[in-house]
Structure formats: C-alpha cells, structure tokens
C-alpha cells in the first residue's frame, strides 16, 4: 500500500528489522515501572540505523536492509530517551533517568558527559540535567538541550560542553513549556521544540529568541531535519484512549504539509502505535520507532519509482560528467526558481542555484535559453560555502 501524496508517497517494509533471538525491548522500562520500548532512531553517514531502546542491549544497529549488525551501552543506561547522529557521526545519547546527555562515538566509546550522572538537580536552579528528553547539534556545532520533563528549559553548549546559554518556562505563551520533548536543528541554524503538551512546535534561533510556532499538531513527538532537502518529519502520537490519529508529517522550513500519512493499526485505520522517534536516510526511507504495547522499529521506504537519485547534494566536484539520462533532454528543471540543470554535469536533487527546490523531468520542448543554467565553475569556486536560504523566518 501506497502512504502519504505528492512527491512524497511510501511503502512500508515488512517485518524490516531482524532482531536477534532473546533482544528485547522492555526490561529498563519495566525494571523502573516506566513505559517501554523503542525510543528514539538515527542514522550516520553510511545509512547504518541507530536504535535506541529500553532493553537488554539498548543500542541497536541495522544496515539499510535491516540486517542487525552490532550493539553497545549493555548495563550503561538507566531510562533511554533519546538518540542523535551530528553530521560528524558523533552519537548524542539521552538518558532520562541518570539525567544526562552522553556523547559516544559510533562504536560504543564515551566523549564526553553533560550533566551530573544520577543526579537531578533542584527545579529552581534551572541548571542541567533534571529528566532531559533530547539533544540536537547546530551548524556550528553547538549543542542544544531539551530539559524536559521537569525544568521546562532549553540549554545550549559549546561544542567542547561549556553551558553558555538557558531559557524557557512553564506555559502556554512565547518560549513557554508545558513539555519541551524534542529539539532539532536545521542547517540555517534555527531550533524547533516539539512543546508536546501544548500541541505546537515553537521555533528559536540560536541565541533562543522566538521566532514563531505551528500549531497544527497534536502530540508531536520528535522530529528529524534533513539538512540536505530543508525537510522536517515529525512523529505524532499518543496513547488510547485518544481520537486524534497518530501520523508522520513532511514538511518545508516554512511548516508547510508537503506529506502526511498515518492512522492506528490496531484500529485498521493506518499503518502506526504510538510513535516516539524518527529518522531519514540519505535515499529519504523513513524510519519509525514505536513505545508502550508496540515496541517496534518500522521503515517506509521510498518507491523505486520516484527515480530519485542517492547522491543529494553536490559535494564532489569528482562525480560530476554522467551521459545525460535517456528520456530527460539531457536536463531537469527546478520546481522552485525554474532553473535548468544538465544532467552530465549532475550530482545533486536539489537544485544548485536556488538551494531549495527538488528536481524534475521539464516538459520535452526545445531548448529555453532564457532559463539559467548551473554553472560547474560556480559550484567549484563556492563549494566551501554555506547554502543561501531564499528567505528566513
């Protein structure tokens, strides 16, 4: 079956992640009285997936076919709640219960420890850690901190861990929390909290000034940015009784719905629980992580038909000189500002002038010289630099 519209539709992989025999998913939860499962999914630079669970071996990793491939942090974590890959394959590691957020490299080894390890500090010194739920890393490294189910707050770190910035309190208004429950980054530097309580996503800049919120939600749960495409998913979930449906959402930088696809399978309305984490590969496959009666790890894929190239961003120069692919002219165009791009000099689904729109076949007319072409020598000259936005915020 055929999930979300648009550019962005789906299919699920059954039965995806081959869990080894006696690997199970609840025994932290259940050794504390807490709810269980899989909490949170990453993935690094190679498309490997990071499971991060409340069991017996709690970090979990798969290739992109779901064959398990390796596991680390046995006895080391006291109530799992979050997992984050920066661009630099560091892994971030949020527990919730010994009140800290670890860094790791992708092998199990530990970096570096923010927060005192099982110690929750008092809520009226508004310091870290007191059930923190998540951790992101800016463009310049930066690390920010959602601090959580207690304190309300959103932390920000050098990236060497020196606390250089707190705010937020409990609310409904402007930076105000009723559940700060994740924190994601795009590559422009502005932070989105899923504030779940409230049912909204509030945007801040770095420096933690609002910038805005989208309250089209209900109980998002995390989110992922894919800073290569400026796209967010977010997880959507709660437990029975509730009507709201759970449900994944794809969306631009300006919050609109690009892509939605959801509905309780208990209930024979769609494909997902209760869903507590997400992630995306570089070939766009979505994966879900699921808590409380359904501890699962599930993948939507993207149809091979969408034609969608694996390399998507123009990076290396050295890939560049392809034959022009049978059927396209010799060059895609750009939904967005209208560009053409030639195909031989093609290594990207983004378009190389704008930034920001995806890629498609143009209608097959003859050449448009009006309609500005990438230029190989721009791209080389400017390879270093930092992507332009069209317009911020």
Known sequence: MTLGSSKYKYERVEGWAKVPEYFEFNSLGEAYGLVGGVVDVAVDSQDRVYAFCRGNHPVLIFDRDGKFLSCWGEGHFVWPHAIFIAPDDSVFVVDGGAHTVEK???????????GHRNCAIPIMRREPFTLPTAVAVGPTGEIFCSNGYAN???????????????????????????????IAADRYGMLYVCDRQNNRVQLFDSEGQFRGEWTDFHRPQAQHIDWKNDLIYTVESWHQPDPQQPKITVRDLDGHVLSEFGGREREGKGPLEVGHGICVDS???????EIRDVCRIQKFARPESTGRPPCLLPARVGAFGRAPTEGFGGELECVACGGLVMLRLLCAAVCCLCWRGSLEAPEPTALNTSKRYFNPETLIANSGTKPRRRHDI
């Open 104 to 114: 790791f490299s992708l092998a199990g080894e530990e970096l570096m420890t923010l």
């Open 152 to 182: 309300f707050l959103i932390h920000k770190f050098s990236p060497e861990g020196k606390l250089l910035k707190t705010w937020g309190e409990p609310g409904k208004g402007p930076g105000q929390f009723a559940l700060p429950h994740y």
């Open 283 to 289: 070939h766009g496959d979505i994966y879900e992580s």
